[in-house]
Nanobody
Framework: QVQLVESGGGLVQAGGSLRLSCAASRNILSFSFMGWYRQAPGDQRELVATITTGGSTTYSDSVEGRFTASRDNAKNTIYLQMNSLKPEDTAVYYC?????????????WGQGTQVTVSS
């Protein structure tokens, strides 16, 4: 069973920064997809950032230019650097990993880490 463990959340003032980490229990190069989602109270879970095995990234419009996803394959860890944080970034942030080549496809989630941005 794959485990994803997030860390790095907390309380920060608007304009501040946080770096989230997601440590996997297996080689992250085995995942077809890795990404960060977030969910605020009463909202649907939304995709914030993705990162490929080659390190290419995509971002939602709401975080583009402020958040940066990265990975350290040797540590089996991905990161989300969050700068210029806004109160609307307040949410539980989840790490997600998928394997498309398994039958059925595999889908793993971390337990989530709370990010709270005060105004």
């Amino acid at each position: 069973q794959v485990q994803l463990v997030e860390s790095g959340g907390g309380l920060v003032q608007a304009g501040g920064s946080l770096r989230l980490s997601c440590a996997a229990s297996r080689n992250i190069l085995s995942f077809s997809f890795m990404g960060w989602y977030r969910q605020a109270p009463g909202d649907q879970r939304e995709l914030v950032a993705t990162i490929t095995t080659g390190g290419s990234t995509t971002y939602s419009d709401s975080v583009e230019g402020r958040f940066t996803a990265s990975r350290d394959n040797a540590k089996n860890t991905i990161y989300l650097q969050m700068n210029s944080l806004k109160p609307e970034d307040t949410a539980v942030y989840y790490c997600n990993a998928k394997m498309f080549y398994t039958i059925p496809p595999s889908d793993y989630w971390g337990q989530g880490t709370q990010v709270t941005v005060s105004s």
